[in-house]
């Protein structure tokens, strides 16, 4: 690969974001390619209707739609290999798809290309108990490897789209969730995985043992969106599960004074399994869906819970409550049981569907800015919302100083689309004066490309394009996603054919 970037990248893209390359074989290559991977996975599994495309024109980030040329849900890691081999000798870009819960727009198909849909992928391939280790394909849900491991064991990151989204989605966003600031990421729990290239070829980072040696290939591939491969099957790590857990949910008049009960149970040396902050206007939201009995009007609802070693669970546990207290909360309550627990969960996971009630549309937006900053940044956002006149609910992972700003807009209204999006940004350059950064665990996807040079050098996202190249010379895997201005990789193999993208004035080769 020519090492050397081409003209200087452009600051936050002046393309319009929702044009995507077409893919560059004519129509009647890409009836042929249909043919072939219509062979390849059966008719009934792949769709080339318009009204079977409807269902995966967007993903989570609604606001963003485009119609594959056909989507083929492969049935075997085989299969997956063929198809991405078969796109591969036409030349047509491909997006892979687990279960589209993606809040960045990582799985919007490309405009007459192919989307791989891993949705019947979901076989649990070994379950090794003793050696706390699991294998899946990507399809499985999250909630499906606690529940292939459990009750002994179990897999700690916890989205909370958990139920739907996918292992493999959640390796490629690298996804989070409430017990991520104790446990970590998916990234701490992949030890192996098997990719299709995009290429065709298939191989195997790592496997069931910890730290293979060579490059952290897999560190590489965690996190990047489905731009380097596709996953067809995933070996993860598991944990004992904790012997008591303990929750609560505490009531403060602000987010301020829970800010600080936050800061006050982390300096104290209290690591909470979970540490989650709604404000008022989630708290309203979501109790009109989760009737947990919370109280509408209170300025922010403090969700803690405590796991582990019984006697230090208990201990520790008071001293929760009591710096609660301190921070001036009056109504601290303990779950009494799981019910009560679940209760209390539930509440919380319904903060993003519950938006839904207060408002025709959202974004939900996520920014990472230091715990310590918490105070200053909801200040921020607040006056933000006031400039914009529009409401934005906040729900987030308190412990990481990971903010789900709920940007709430009506879509009917001419411009408020923009407007709301133009508010998201704000809010995240908001992240960024903070010292954090513009994503925690949603990815950039097409959403954010265009604030990756706020955060990143010239150089920075230089030696990303490398990367990419590297492992996706012809740029046929997700293309147009999580770089600001595509740019593509001089080495192409085989014949020189101008790229759509370049075509369209999108990218440069260098
Ligand atoms: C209500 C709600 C709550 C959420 N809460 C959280 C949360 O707490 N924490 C969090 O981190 N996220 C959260 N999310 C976001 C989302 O659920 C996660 O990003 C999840 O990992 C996406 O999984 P998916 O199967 O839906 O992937 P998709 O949306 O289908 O795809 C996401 C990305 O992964 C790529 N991809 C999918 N499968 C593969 C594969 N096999 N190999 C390579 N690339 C692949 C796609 O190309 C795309 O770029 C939430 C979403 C919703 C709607």
């Avoid at 996706?472 to 193999?493: F, H, Q, S, Y």
Wanted: aromatic residues 6%; contains cysteine; proline residues 6%.
């Amino acid at each position: 690969m020519d090492g050397r970037l081409g003209a200087e990248l452009e600051g936050p893209t002046a393309v319009a974001e929702r044009e995507l390359p077409e893919a560059a074989a004519s129509g009647a290559e890409l009836s042929a390619l249909v043919g072939r991977l219509r062979a390849i996975v059966g008719a009934e599994w792949c769709y080339e209707h318009e009204h079977q495309l409807r269902t995966y024109e967007s993903d989570g980030l609604l606001q963003y739609t485009s119609t594959p040329r056909a989507a083929v849900l492969p049935g075997s890691a085989e299969e997956v290999q063929a198809c991405v081999r078969a796109c591969a000798r036409a030349g047509v870009p491909w997006v892979a798809r687990g279960a589209g819960s993606g809040l960045s727009g990582g799985a919007l198909p490309v405009e007459d290309g192919i989307l791989v849909v891993t949705s019947r992928l979901k076989r649990v391939l070994d379950v090794d108990l003793e050696n706390q280790r699991i294998c899946v394909e990507p399809g499985v849900t999250n909630t499906a490897v606690s529940a292939a491991v459990g009750p002994g064991l179990f897999y700690p990151p916890d989205p909370s789209s958990q139920i739907v989204c996918t292992i493999g989605g959640n390796v490629a966003e690298n996804s989070g969730g409430a017990h991520c600031f104790k446990y970590g990421f998916t990234t701490n729990y992949v030890c192996g995985l098997e990719i299709v290239l995009a290429d065709g070829e298939m191989i195997q980072l790592g496997g069931p043992e910890l730290d293979p040696p060579g490059y952290d290939l897999l560190g590489a591939f965690v996190g990047s969106e489905g731009t380097l491969g596709i996953a067809t099957k995933v070996w993860l790590r598991v944990m004992p599960s904790p012997e008591t857990v303990k929750t609560l949910v505490a009531f403060f008049d602000s987010t301020r004074a829970a800010g600080e009960a936050v800061s006050e149970i982390v300096q104290s040396g209290v690591v909470p399994g979970a540490i989650e902050m709604m404000d008022a206007r989630a708290i309203e939201a979501s109790e009109q869906m989760a009737h947990a009995g919370y109280p509408v009007g209170r300025g922010a609802a403090l969700l803690v819970e405590l796991d582990g070693a019984e006697r230090e669970c208990e201990a520790r546990f008071d001293e929760v409550v009591q710096i609660c207290e301190s921070c001036g909360s009056d109504d601290v309550r303990v779950a009494r049981d799981d019910v009560e627990r679940a209760l209390f969960w539930k509440t919380r996971k319904a903060a993003f569907p519950a938006m839904g009630r207060m408002s025709p549309n959202y974004f939900v937006q996520d920014g990472v800015i230091p715990r310590t900053k918490l105070p200053e940044v909801l200040e921020k956002i607040d006056a933000l919302a006031e400039e914009y006149g529009m409401l934005v609910a906040n729900v987030f992972h308190a412990g990481d100083g990971n903010l789900h700003p709920v940007v709430c807009f009506d879509g009917r209204r001419e411009g408020e689309a923009a407007r709301a999006e133009e508010l998201s940004g704000r809010i995240l350059d908001a992240c960024l004066e903070a010292g954090g950064s513009i994503t925690g665990e949603h990815g950039v996807g097409i959403d954010k490309k265009k604030h990756m040079p706020k955060m990143f050098g010239e150089d920075d996202l230089g030696a990303f394009q490398k990367l990419r190249c590297a492992w996706d010379p012809a740029g046929l895997a997700n293309p147009g996603k999580v770089m600001p201005t595509p740019r593509l990789c001089g080495e192409v193999p085989g014949v020189y054919r101008q790229h759509p993208l370049e075509a369209a004035g999108l990218a440069e080769r260098f």
